[in-house]
Structures are given as structure tokens and as C-alpha cells.
């Protein structure tokens, strides 16, 4: 543990040296030899600066994995592409030769047909509702303008009536006046 001298003073701690000079002297003398000691260990065992390092070995090996590994997931997908290939053929014969039994795609097209030709017609009869609404608002405006001269009449009869009566009261009523008196 490192020793700690207080001050009466200051209260802060400082730390002092745990290891003393003579082990300070050793450990820089150990770090001056490092560099020779380097160049002794490398005279002594050559480096050959063509053999493959550990690194460019460990890069062939996993090339070499990777290509196997890409040569079986290709030659997977070929087995896969050629059955597939293989029951297409299958299906497509078994399909084409089956009179007794209509196939699947004969029945998929008989009903898209039906359904085109419900189509067509609900569009053939809104064009039929169509012509005959707009027939009904022609003959509606006929009979409206119809309508609305036999109501003029019929207003202008009743005005002209209401008019008579209401000079023959007046008339009737000057003359009742003087009886009342």
C-alpha cells in the first residue's frame, strides 16, 4: 500500500514512491536490453518472408469451405429446378389428357367465363334501367308541363268564379242593409 504523510496545514494526501531506487535502476535496465534481445531472437531463427503466415492459411481453408458450400447449395437448387421441372411435365400431361374428368384449370376458366358473361349483363340491363329512366324523365317533363297548364286552368276558372261570387255578395249585402236599419 502506498504510504500517505498528511500536513498539519494542508489536509490533502499525497502519495509517495512504494518501490524504491535500486528497483527503479533494475526495471530501466531491463527496458535498455528489450531492443538487443529482440535482434538476437530473430538472428537466431530466420524468418522466411515467402512461407504463408497463419492468416493467409486460415484465408485458403475458408475459401475452400466457401466454395464447397456454394457448390452444394447450387447443385441443391439444380435437384430442386428438375423435380420441380420434372412434375410441371407431370401435371401439365395428366391435364391435358383427362377427358372423362374436366381438369382444374378447365373449371377455373369455365367460371371466370361465367362470371364475365354475369358481368356483361348486369352492365346490359343498368344500360336498359338507364334508357328506360331516362325515357320516364321525358315523359315526367310531358306530363308535368300537362300538369301544370290544366292547373292554370283550372286556377284561372276558379279565381274568375270566386270573382262572380264575390260581386253578387257585395250586391246582396248592399242590398240586405238597409232592412237591418
Not at 515467402?50 to 466457401?66: F, G, T, V
Not at 384449370?105 to 344500360?127: C, G, I, P, S
Not at 310531358?142 to 286556377?155: E, P, Q, R, V
Request: no cysteine; aromatic share 6%; net charge positive.
Amino acid at each position: 500500500m502506498p504510504k500517505t504523510s498528511s500536513s498539519k496545514k494542508s489536509k490533502k494526501r499525497t502519495l509517495e514512491p512504494v518501490f524504491s531506487k535500486q528497483i527503479a535502476a533494475d526495471i530501466s535496465e531491463a527496458v535498455e536490453k528489450i531492443p538487443d534481445m529482440v535482434r538476437r531472437h530473430l538472428r537466431s531463427s530466420p524468418v522466411n518472408l515467402y512461407a504463408p503466415q497463419p492468416s493467409a492459411l486460415n484465408r485458403e481453408i475458408q475459401r475452400k469451405k466457401q466454395r464447397l458450400l456454394w457448390i452444394g447449395v447450387l447443385s441443391l437448387a439444380v435437384v430442386i429446378l428438375a423435380m420441380w421441372a420434372w412434375n410441371a411435365k407431370i401435371l401439365l400431361y395428366a391435364m391435358n389428357y383427362r377427358e372423362k374428368n374436366p381438369s382444374l384449370l378447365e373449371t377455373a376458366r369455365e367460371d371466370f367465363y361465367d362470371a364475365v358473361r354475369t358481368v356483361n349483363e348486369h352492365n346490359q340491363f343498368q344500360e336498359i334501367i338507364s334508357k328506360n329512366d331516362d325515357d320516364r324523365r321525358k315523359s315526367n317533363k310531358k306530363n308535368d308541363a300537362i300538369l301544370d297548364n290544366s292547373l292554370s286552368l283550372i286556377t284561372a276558372a276558379l279565381r274568375s268564379q270566386t270573382a262572380s261570387s264575390t260581386e253578387s255578395a257585395s250586391t246582396t249585402n248592399a242590398v240586405s242593409e238597409p232592412d237591418s236599419l
